[in-house]
């Protein structure tokens, strides 16, 4: 299988520090099995993006010498595909018009049965699961399994307001380009089983996945956007990739002259095995919210 891993954020601000560290473990990760990296704009969500986000992360990568295969892929370009990919499955979807507020964390199933509704009302589109479980064995934490049934319940594919949700998008897309791995976040991990889901009712084998501990303020919150992490300097991209992978557990290279020759010998030693076992890491301070 060739090598494609991908690195996918979404539009709502600047890089932060935490997704920078993503950013690093993919690109090393491809880079040292000489595969392709790409980069795709995961821009599905209008009301929560921002207009000169894209731009900024394009710059900001460029800047720190993270540089992608092939063109930027925008997922508000793929809406088709999406569509073309919720009607190959329908056998397995359903509409629902439940709240989501009011919904617990398994849903129950209370419109499985339904597969047509009057037009009129808004309604969403969910995915029924298959009643058994799945797995991976993720290079990082190991054995995953989940009972989808009991665990996940059937999941939102595309959202009452129309728009298609996350997990129908990034699989399709995903399916789209061959990736063979995924290298993110372990606060994506609850994503991996639905994902795996889809797969299966798209008949196609799923990538393998490394799940790396997230970047987390002193008070042990997730990095984020929403709760105002600071943009990622690039004004010194020397330090601040040396900073991420220190972070990551690699050597950090420090008589590297240039950012080309600092990721260059970073993914020639790139080693996996040696991420910090943590469910996260503080991130230095220099990135930390006021």
């Known amino acids: 299988m060739d090598y494609v891993g991908r690195f996918a954020p979404s539009p709502t601000g600047p890089l932060h520090y935490g997704s920078l560290v993503a950013a690093v473990a993919s690109f090393l990760d491809a880079r040292h099995a000489g595969g392709k990296w790409l980069l795709r704009i995961e821009d599905l969500d209008p009301p929560r993006e921002s207009i000169d986000a894209p731009r900024e992360i394009i710059r900001q990568l460029l800047a720190l010498g993270l540089h992608w295969d092939l063109e930027v892929l925008c997922q508000s370009s793929r809406l088709k595909s999406y569509d073309d990919a919720l009607e190959s499955i329908q056998t397995f979807t359903f509409p629902c018009t439940c709240s989501r507020k009011a919904v617990p964390d398994i849903y129950p199933g209370t419109c499985r049965l339904r597969k047509h509704l009057a037009p009129g009302g808004p309604y969403a589109v969910r995915l029924q699961v298959p009643r058994?479980?799945?797995?991976?064995?993720?290079?990082?934490?190991?054995?995953?399994?989940?009972?989808?049934?009991?665990?996940?319940?059937?999941?939102?594919?595309?959202?009452?307001?129309?728009?298609?949700?996350?997990?129908?998008?990034?699989?399709?897309?995903?399916?789209?380009?061959?990736?063979?791995h995924i290298v993110r976040g372990n606060d994506l991990l609850d994503s991996t089983p639905r994902q795996l889901a889809l797969y299966e009712q798209l008949e196609v084998s799923p990538p393998e996945y490394l799940h790396i501990p997230v970047l987390v303020d002193e008070s042990g919150n997730k990095l984020s956007k929403q709760a105002h992490a600071k943009p990622v300097d690039t004004s010194d991209a020397l330090t601040t990739i040396r900073s991420a992978l220190s972070d990551l557990g690699q050597n950090t290279h420090e008589y590297s002259l240039s950012i080309k020759e600092l990721l260059e010998k970073a993914a020639s030693s790139w080693n996996p095995a040696t991420i910090p076992n943590v469910h996260d890491i503080c991130a230095p301070n220099a990135y930390l919210s006021n």
């Open 132 to 180: 058994h479980s799945v797995s991976i064995n993720d290079r990082c934490l190991g054995l995953q399994t989940w009972d989808l049934e009991k665990e996940v319940g059937d999941f939102i594919i595309k959202r009452k307001d129309g728009l298609h949700a996350y997990q129908l998008a990034v699989v399709v897309d995903d399916i789209h380009y061959s990736v063979s």
